[in-house]
């Protein structure tokens, strides 16, 4: 059961894709070169923070909302 949570997005509740619960080579992981605004990890609560990987859909749309272009 840890290991489907690890799996599961703490924003959206999908499919994160997470390398590191897939029991992936160390480093092949897409979070590992990935920006995370730090305001989106406000999104997850509190007892979920550091189990699970936001996936990449949440992150972009965060940042699509949020992040404004110069």
Same mark, same amino acid.
């Given at each position: 059961? /840890?290991? &489907?949570?690890?799996? =599961? *997005? %703490?924003?959206?509740?999908?499919?994160?894709?997470?390398?590191?619960?897939?029991?992936?080579? %160390?480093? =092949? *992981?897409?979070?590992?070169? /990935?920006?995370? %605004?730090?305001?989106?990890?406000?999104?997850?609560? %509190? /007892?979920? @923070?550091?189990?699970?990987?936001?996936?990449?859909?949440?992150?972009? @749309?965060?940042? /699509?909302?949020? &992040? =404004? =272009?110069?």
């Amino acid at each position: 059961m /840890e290991a &489907e949570k690890a799996r =599961t *997005c %703490p924003i959206c509740g999908g499919d994160n894709d997470c390398g590191n619960a897939a029991d992936r080579p %160390p480093g =092949t *992981c897409w979070c590992g070169s /990935e920006y995370f %605004p730090q305001a989106i990890f406000a999104l997850v609560k %509190p /007892e979920l @923070r550091g189990k699970a990987c936001i996936c990449i859909a949440c992150v972009q @749309r965060f940042r /699509e909302r949020h &992040e =404004t =272009t110069s």
